[in-house]
């Protein structure tokens, strides 16, 4: 039981970092070298007090600024199969969430709404106005509530893996989610999840009480419909194929964002400044390191919309 419930992710609610996947990527991609599996070395690192936590960031490489934000139970180091090509053209922006990796938990209680806020204050810290945001499964959650809380901060936003409200996930899910407490840490202790927790955590022997405060969490209904109108930024929604949400959920969570509504026209007049990505052959466990995920996120954070017409396809083949 234990086991199938580190493997249940814990998304936007609250995401279980799938690292039993990650620490099989090279089987499930074998394009991903050596060099691919650990972060390089950041240009910038280090610890920011915001509202009585001090959270761990690091920057990489130069170019418009990008905020990356990681699933539950995971690190900044989950990125690190793509992180490289994010940081090509990119300032890239990566923060351990509250009670995650370099970041203590602390005694602040818990939540989206508050680390939305914290986000924003971190960019500000940094010197930045306003930045894209990546976020996947918890990290998700965290950019959502970002984007609503500090529209003015955000100028693209990506959703990885992540919905707008508690009954989008599989039933089998909640059911598996409401079971996450501290009584698992033992059963946990060889999982790449704990291991990766240990190495970088300031107070290692906090990871219980982070299944508690994770368990509690995700034991809470949540919706947050209301507020998806109010993203009037470009918002790119990204799922696995064989994602922890049903595709019923998914497809609403686009229309609610104006897209999927119409056809878009011969001339592209009703096309939504929103998109829908799905790939193939993934899940919630391993789209965050998919060489499918920054060919297909990239091009939109770029404001990269343009196609070639008809007319230009069939004038080229002449």
Wanted: contains cysteine; hydrophobic residues 40%.
């Amino acid at each position: 039981m234990f086991r199938s419930i580190s493997f249940a992710i814990l998304a936007p609610a609250a995401a279980l970092f799938a690292a039993p996947c990650q620490a099989n990527a090279e089987e499930t991609n074998p394009a991903m070298t050596t060099e691919t599996k650990s972060l390089p070395k950041p240009d910038k690192s280090g610890l920011l007090p915001i509202d009585g936590l001090n959270y761990y960031y690091a920057i990489y490489g130069k170019g418009e600024p990008l905020l990356v934000l990681h699933g539950g139970l995971g690190t900044t180091d989950m990125f690190a199969p793509i992180l490289p090509r994010l940081a090509e053209n990119r300032t890239v922006i990566a923060v351990d969430l509250q009670g995650h990796g370099r970041t203590a938990l602390g005694d602040r209680p818990f939540g989206l709404q508050a680390m939305g806020d914290d986000m924003a204050a971190i960019v500000k810290a940094l010197g930045y106005d306003k930045v894209d945001v990546l976020g996947y499964s918890l990290g998700g959650g965290v950019a959502f509530r970002m984007a609503v809380q500090h529209p003015e901060a955000v100028r693209r936003l990506v959703l990885v893996s992540a919905g707008y409200a508690a009954d989008g996930f599989y039933a089998e899910m909640r059911g598996q989610q409401a079971q996450v407490s501290a009584a698992a840490a033992e059963f946990m202790k060889d999982t790449p999840m704990y291991k990766s927790y240990v190495a970088v955590a300031p107070r290692p022997q906090d990871f219980p009480k982070l299944l508690d405060t994770l368990g509690t969490y995700m034991r809470k209904d949540y919706d947050y419909s209301a507020d998806v109108a109010k993203l009037k930024m470009p918002v790119m929604l990204v799922y696995g194929d064989s994602d922890m949400y049903r595709p019923e959920h998914e497809i609403k969570f686009y229309q609610m964002l104006g897209g999927g509504l119409k056809d878009a026209g011969w001339m592209r007049e009703n096309l939504s400044q929103n998109r829908l990505a799905i790939l193939p052959n993934r899940t919630h466990y391993d789209v965050f390191f998919a060489p499918d995920l920054t060919a297909t996120a990239l091009p939109f954070l770029n404001g990269e919309t343009k196609v070639k017409s008809w007319d230009e396809v069939v004038s080229e083949t002449k």
